[in-house]
């Protein structure tokens, strides 16, 4: 998948957190799918900030409340998205490598720490 930081600093600024969440679990789940691979993302947004990943398999949870989701979107443009894909690896997930460039902007010192090229 790929982004773009304009883009994404315009998101920023004008989407409410609740809409900003689903987002990136859009984001998620196009970049866990990108290589033909099924994956299905949930997000619920009250009262608190669920996503419900599920890939090759498994099944993975993550909850925030809404104060976590304020500060990470105010501290860089990318903050949520590298929390959330820290703790879906925490949980166990293996990130495909995919052709776009998300995951550079993401990661962008190379702070992943599990990477699968096979399915």
Not at 4 to 30: E, P, W, Y
Not at 44 to 60: A, E, G, N
Not at 75 to 93: H, N, S, V
Request: hydrophobic share 35%; charged share 20%.
């Amino acid at each position: 998948m790929n982004s773009s930081s304009l883009i994404r600093t315009q998101m920023i600024q004008h989407l409410s957190a609740k809409d900003f969440f689903k987002h990136l679990g859009n984001c998620v789940q196009q970049e866990l799918s990108e290589n033909g691979d099924v994956c299905e993302v949930v997000v619920k947004t009250l009262p608190h900030y669920y996503m419900t990943v599920k890939f090759q398999r498994k099944t993975y949870q993550l909850a925030f409340k809404k104060i976590q989701i304020n500060r990470l979107m105010k501290e860089e443009i990318f903050a949520l998205d590298r929390t959330i894909w820290m703790i879906l690896e925490q949980k166990g997930l293996k990130i495909p490598v995919t052709s776009g460039n998300y995951m550079k902007h993401v990661f962008p010192h190379g702070h992943r720490t599990v990477i699968c090229t096979s399915k």
